[in-house]
């Protein structure tokens, strides 16, 4: 072999592998000019679906997501309405935070009937590609088997490594894995170094004064920058050997990246490089960041929003079933509650799966699981719902990619945080979805009695050549049609083939 040729076939053999010359040999530095070297793994612009679930101590009180933070606040004035009453409801149903603490919420968190196995079997089942579960929260407390944090899942609780068991679990099912890291800027150590101010406990220290709770809620001090500065470093170990312990291709950070410089980069460039000797030199790596990063450099995620247009590169949504993030008895007053008492119900879920997938978007959506590990039946039925409309439809979602525009119809949305939509959509908004030549037309409503007319497919649509056929997928047999400057019009049958939004296969004539 000349040497002339071994370039070429080094390059085909890489081409072969599905890798970019320069993802195959790239090594990342901690500065995002390297970092966005990066580039988004197909198994991720494939999965479409990820399951996400918050889970940990304050399942126990199940009365709000950031319990370990609101416990503490005796004054609601500042403090979000939503929020307003956990102390009340803490000093009522457990104790002064002085006497009982969240350190105590610890040992009743026993997770006696969580079987990992059989939930992410029903994930799969219901369409999932990856699963993301909690490995620490703002608590401060690891759901792992952490060395550098010994308020952890395995010395303490459910004595059980969480995090490990949730990865054995995702590979026997051939799910791809992923964790969360939600501590960094959310962490709620600095909230219980405080004391009430009024009443005939002002000024009696929360439960942080014995020594024995400083590796839970940091030394009592006066001086919270050196309490940080330590912090920040615990994080880094704490975060390093969670990549390196249970080698996750998904890392989801609850805001920008954590500490940035040095150690938010340093954990960036660790985990590019370590997935990509886990993978034999192919990056399999999905880092999540919500804001303040280098465009490129990590797969950017919206929380309880979506993208308003077709996005260039592949990003993600996270939100949630259930009205907190956590499993909770009590309801959130947002006022924007579904009637069933759930954030979002399933009507209005997949149509959001297909905007968002529509836009190159993923889903991560969560769930709550109680505090005995046991997912509750309502939200299972809404992912059941869900599972039963991707038997169906699927094909319109998984190993799809976008068309040159996301679709048409009145509805629109903004891009950030909270913008979500959470009401049905349109009848006359549609979708598009690509695989291959196959061009799917997606209705997030019944479109009509009879017949309806999708405008940019018309016979002066470039992008669209001619058609062979129309079907109308859970259907039998094609459709009537006709294609003009309008647009093109599809018949409709008389039947619905299901309850949620439409998919419309529309095959190409071979060429």
């Known amino acids: ?18 890798l970019s010359a320069a993802q195959a040999n790239v090594t990342f530095a901690p500065n995002w000019k390297s970092l966005q070297q990066y580039k988004c793994p197909e198994w991720f612009r494939d999965a479409k679906l990820g399951i996400f679930m918050h889970w940990g101590v304050n399942t126990v009180p199940a009365y709000d997501g950031h319990y370990g933070r609101y416990m503490y606040i005796q004054d609601p004035n500042g403090v979000k309405a939503t929020h307003q009453s956990v102390y009340e409801h803490h000093v009522k149903t457990y104790g002064h935070p002085s006497k009982f603490g969240y350190k105590d919420f610890i040992p009743m968190w026993k997770a006696e009937k969580w079987d990992p196995d059989a939930l992410v079997h029903f994930y799969k089942q219901i369409g999932a590609r990856y699963i993301v579960p909690v490995a620490v929260h703002c608590d401060n407390f690891d759901n792992y088997d952490s060395t550098y944090q010994s308020w952890n899942s395995v010395n303490m609780g459910p004595k059980r490594d969480i995090i490990g068991q949730w990865k054995q679990a995702a590979e026997r099912h051939g799910l791809r894995f992923g964790v969360s890291s939600h501590l960094g800027e959310w962490a709620h150590v600095w909230y219980a170094r405080a004391s009430d101010t009024s009443g005939p406990l002002k000024g009696v220290p929360y439960d942080v004064t014995d020594p024995n709770y400083a590796g839970l809620y940091g030394d009592r ?5 050196k309490l940080q500065a330590g912090f920040k470093e615990n994080w880094f170990l704490r975060t390093k050997e969670l990549v390196d312990k249970y080698q996750p291709d998904l890392l989801y950070f609850d805001s920008g990246l954590p500490y940035e410089n040095p150690y938010g980069l340093r954990i960036a460039a660790h985990f590019y490089n370590a997935n990509s000797a886990w993978h034999n030199g192919r990056l399999e790596a999905v880092l999540n960041v919500k804001r303040k990063f280098a465009e490129g450099a990590v797969v950017h995620d919206i929380e309880k929003g979506q993208a308003k247009e077709l996005r260039d590169l592949p990003w993600q949504t996270d939100t949630t079933i259930n009205s907190g993030w956590f499993y909770q008895t009590r309801k959130y007053g947002h006022g924007h509650e579904m009637p069933s008492g759930f954030y979002l119900d399933e009507t209005v879920l997949i149509d959001k799966l297909v905007d968002i ?3 190159n978007g993923n889903l991560l959506l969560n769930v709550g699981l109680r505090a005995d590990g046991t997912l509750p039946d309502d939200q299972r039925y809404i992912l059941q719902e869900m599972g039963d409309w991707l038997v169906l439809n699927g094909e319109a979602i998984f190993d799809t990619r976008p068309w040159i525009k996301y679709g048409e119809g009145p509805t629109q949305n903004e891009t950030g945080y909270n913008t ?12 598009f979805t690509t695989k291959g030549k196959t061009l799917y037309t997606i209705a997030l409503d019944w479109p009509g009695e009879k017949a309806f007319t999708v405008t940019s497919l018309s016979d002066r649509q470039p992008a669209l050549g001619p058609i062979q056929s129309v079907q109308l997928l859970g259907h039998e047999g094609t459709l009537k049609w006709r294609r003009n400057a309008e647009g093109l019009t599809i018949q409709l049958p008389k039947r619905r083939p299901c309850k949620y939004a439409y998919v419309f296969k529309i095959v190409p004539t071979q060429q």
Request: proline share 8%.
């Open 357 to 359: 997938v529509s836009k």
């Open 1 to 18: 072999m000349s040497r002339k040729r071994k370039p070429f076939l080094i390059a085909a053999f890489i081409g072969v592998l599905g």
């Open 221 to 225: 001090g006066d001086d919270r920058t």
């Open 420 to 431: 979500e939509p959470r009401t049905p959509w349109d009848k006359r908004d549609i979708r």
